[in-house]
């Protein structure tokens, strides 16, 4: 790029002024980068020690399905999930530098009774009440980290493209353009210096 530069007064201003506004826009991106990691930052160690939570849920329910199913069958264990129930979540954006953050609010409550499920308490074992409410449990952990984990990622996936984009201002245009002022400018003054001493030559042979 640089070899290409046409040596002028007017490239060179021309570059410089592109020069500026490539180190304007780093600047802008470093900020941008700054504010996303400090939203990022509080949000890592909750999401992560949310998925802690929900592995050991996890495991806890489908133990106690095990188990029911052993003792009941599967006919008597698929009646504790009845009725079934219509997952309704209320979304909502906020926008952090620009970038979507999609969040939610208002998660519904999984935990019920016995006299909301489709089981009668007489013929109903105790491992079957446990092993319902172990993944309604389950359920309500999942909710819970849905909201945080659409933020981490969106956060995420914004501070990858950021770094990036800085990175080809920083490491590759910036350069580039620096490189070319510096060879416009030894151009033009060394066209300077010969002018000089062509100038000079004239008055001497005048």
Do not use: C
């Not at 998925?51 to 050991?56: A, G, M, P, S």
């Not at 580039?176 to 060394?190: G, H």
């Amino acid at each position: 790029m640089t070899a290409r530069a046409a040596a002028t007064r007017v490239e060179l201003l021309r570059t410089r002024r592109l020069l500026e506004r490539v180190q304007q826009g780093a600047m802008l991106l470093r900020r941008k980068r700054e504010a996303l990691v400090r939203t990022l930052v509080p949000l890592a160690r909750p999401v992560a020690e949310q998925r802690r939570v929900i592995d050991e849920a996890a495991a806890a329910a489908y133990e106690a399905e095990l188990a029911a199913l052993s003792l009941h069958g599967e006919a008597t264990l698929a009646a504790t999930g009845l009725p079934t129930r219509q997952l309704e979540l209320d979304l909502e954006i906020e926008r952090v530098w620009g970038v979507l953050v999609p969040g939610l609010r208002d998660l519904p409550t999984w935990a019920r009774g016995l006299a909301t499920r489709a089981t009668a308490p007489g013929t109903t074992g105790p491992a079957l009440f446990e092993a319902a409410n172990r993944f309604e449990a389950l359920a309500a952990h999942l909710l819970d980290a849905i909201g945080r984990e659409i933020n981490v990622r969106a956060l995420g996936a914004a501070l990858a493209r950021t770094s990036r984009q800085l990175h080809t201002l920083e490491q590759r245009l910036a350069p580039e353009l620096i490189a070319r002022v510096a060879v416009i400018t030894r151009a033009l003054a060394e066209r300077d210096r010969e002018d000089q001493t062509r100038l000079r030559n004239l008055r001497r042979h005048a």
